[in-house]
Nanobody, 123 residues
Framework: QVHMVESGGGLVQAGDSLRLSCAAS????????MGWFRQAPGKEREFVAA????????YYADSVKGRFTISRDNAKNTMYLQMNSLKPDDTAVYYC????????????????WGQGTQVTVSS
């Protein structure tokens, strides 16, 4: 069906920036809502950001608003997450997700997922 692969994670210090990518294959996702979720040890998977190219819709969790920017390039079937002013609390495995009609902040409503990429922010 749809195969998605995240990349760009790594180890950075507080205040640094990082850019994550999510490349999809198997089917074009131009008509899909795409989003980023993250999961830290001992915590539930939480919503980070979502984007719908048609209509220019973008939605961010309060914890990242003003620091993170979500974007997508439908010609490349790729989604990005630019993360600035990173904090230790941003440390988590970051997952990309896609669905034709999800509830944007609810992970259970996304049916296609990548394998995750680790982001670690030290102080």
């Amino acid at each position: 069906q749809v195969h998605m692969v995240e990349s760009g994670g790594g180890l950075v210090q507080a205040g640094d920036s990082l850019r994550l990518s999510c490349a999809a294959s198997g089917r074009t996702l131009s008509s899909y809502v795409m989003g980023w979720f993250r999961q830290a040890p001992g915590k539930e998977r939480e919503f980070v950001a979502a984007i719908n190219w048609i209509g220019g819709y973008r939605y961010y969790a309060d914890s990242v608003k003003g620091r993170f920017t979500i974007s997508r390039d439908n010609a490349k079937n790729t989604m990005y997450l630019q993360m600035n002013s990173l904090k230790p609390d941003d440390t988590a495995v970051y997952y990309c997700a896609a669905d034709p009609k999800p509830t944007v902040e609810h992970s259970a409503t996304y049916h296609y997922w990548g394998q995750g990429t680790q982001v670690t922010v030290s102080s």
